[in-house]
């Protein structure tokens, strides 16, 4: 009998079948996956850029047919569920898995290509040509190359990330050309609404807001806002709204020289007490001290 399996990084890390490249807190890289005819179901609860380098793999996702063939990239948000999958013999895989905290951190203020592109557009599948696979092929050595030297090097996870940075934000580059489309048929108003507020939450300075305030600027009622947007991407309008708060905090705190009682003033919290309340029971220590975190 086929299984569904919870996809995290725990569940990766341990299964045998699988070759790790790559992990820490908050990236997974995947080398090959050696069978995969077990798994009927599986949740996938990060966001996930898959590479078919062999083979093909059908399923649903999150309830729509979807179809990887050589050559192609499956770009996954978080949170989603992959039914009825059926694998070729020969299918293989290159894969990397990211949590949203450092997707936002990748990112910043260009997420909102991320967040078009998975709930809006809901472009999922990019076919590659040949230049685009070798560019990606050379910049994957590069990454191993700096996996295998790099050990017990300071600033190994710095230069990973800033790969990883690179090659995401390619991909975006790609998704986002990809997805100009002058055949899309006009959206659903609820999926109008739902792309407002994300536009809204990713151009405001001042996210630190409640979802009546961000309801009555988009003229909705919040009771209206917040099944729209669990409908269209999984997570309420407050869990976006907290993410967005807390990547703005992080980026300020860490990116920046301004001061704690500053970047309290820039992020609209009422005062510096209630801000260091809020980071420490956030992010489990003051906002002096996530700064001085290595």
């Not at 949590?99 to 557009?121: A, C, G, P």
């Not at 009555?216 to 993410?243: F, H, M």
């Not at 609209?268 to 489990?284: T, W």
Request: net charge negative; hydrophobic share 40%.
């Amino acid at each position: 009998m086929k299984r569904q399996e919870e996809i995290t990084f725990q569940t990766l890390s341990v299964n045998e079948d699988i070759q790790i490249g790559y992990s820490d807190d908050d990236i997974l890289i995947v080398d090959s996956i050696q069978q995969f005819t077990e798994v009927n179901s599986a949740h996938v609860a990060m966001n996930a850029v898959v590479i078919c380098t062999s083979g093909k793999v059908q399923a649903q996702m999150n309830g729509n047919q979807m179809e990887l063939h050589k050559n192609q990239v499956a770009v996954i948000p978080q949170n989603v569920m992959i039914t009825e999958v059926m694998v070729s013999p020969d299918f293989n895989l290159k894969a990397m898995f990211l949590t949203n905290r450092i997707l936002q951190s990748f990112l910043h203020e260009k997420i909102s290509v991320w967040n078009d592109m998975m709930y809006i557009q809901r472009q999922h599948i990019l076919t590659m040509e040949e230049d685009e696979i070798l560019f990606y092929t050379h910049f994957y050595d590069m990454l191993c190359l700096v996996i295998e030297r790099g050990k017990g090097s300071p600033f190994q996870t710095d230069i990973i990330q800033s790969l990883l940075r690179a090659a995401i934000l390619g991909l975006c580059s790609a998704m986002k050309q990809f997805g100009k489309s002058p055949n899309m048929m006009p959206a659903p108003s609820s999926l109008y609404h739902f792309q407002r507020f994300l536009d809204l939450l990713h151009d405001t300075e001042v996210k630190f807001k409640s979802v009546e305030s961000y309801a009555s600027e988009l003229c909705i009622s919040p009771k209206y806002l917040t099944p729209i947007c669990k409908k269209y991407s999984g997570k309420t309008a407050n869990q976006w709204i907290r993410e967005q708060v807390l990547e703005d905090i992080r980026y300020y705190l860490k990116q920046t020289d301004l001061s704690i009682k500053q970047v309290c003033d820039r992020l609209g919290f009422p005062n510096p007490s209630f801000f260091g309340k809020y980071v420490k029971d956030h992010f489990g220590m003051t906002p002096m001290q996530f700064r001085n975190q290595s």
